[in-house]
């Protein structure tokens, strides 16, 4: 798998009840869940993306399921999904979490 930056990646997977959550039991800390980096925790969750491809374009993507490492600033992306995406040849230029998530969360909380 290869990170938004082109580094290669191993991404946790995704729990579909739970988006913001991997299925991956908390209390074990995989190295899946960690920056191949500098070793710390991922953000898994969705995020909503701007991708700047080669013709100087830009490509919104919503709600990709991603890591995010908050000191190196990379996001991880599954390499099939970019390119199911053609995002190949792109370069992750913005990302943020996703509101549909925030919502998610703004809700269960409420309840």
Same mark, same amino acid.
């Given at each position: 798998? *290869?990170?938004? /930056?082109?580094?290669?990646? &191993?991404?946790?997977?995704?729990?579909?009840a739970?988006? @913001?959550?991997?299925?991956?039991p $908390?209390?074990?800390?995989?190295?899946?869940?960690?920056c191949? /980096?500098? @070793?710390? $925790?991922?953000? @898994?969750?969705?995020? !909503?993306?701007?991708?700047?491809? $080669? &013709?100087?374009?830009?490509?919104?993507?919503?709600?990709? $399921?991603?890591?995010?490492? /908050?000191?190196?600033?990379?996001?991880?992306i !599954?390499?099939?999904?970019?390119?199911?995406?053609?995002?190949?040849?792109?370069?992750?230029?913005?990302?943020?979490?996703s &509101? *549909?998530?925030? /919502?998610?969360?703004?809700?269960?909380?409420? !309840?």
């Amino acid at each position: 798998m *290869l990170s938004a /930056q082109g580094r290669t990646y &191993d991404p946790p997977q995704m729990d579909r009840a739970h988006p @913001n959550r991997t299925g991956d039991p $908390p209390p074990m800390a995989t190295s899946r869940q960690r920056c191949p /980096q500098c @070793n710390r $925790p991922l953000s @898994n969750t969705r995020y !909503d993306a701007t991708f700047r491809l $080669p &013709d100087r374009t830009e490509r919104l993507c919503f709600g990709i $399921p991603a890591g995010l490492c /908050q000191d190196c600033h990379q996001l991880y992306i !599954d390499p099939e999904l970019i390119e199911l995406l053609d995002l190949g040849a792109g370069r992750c230029v913005f990302a943020i979490e996703s &509101d *549909l998530v925030l /919502q998610e969360e703004a809700w269960s909380s409420a !309840d």
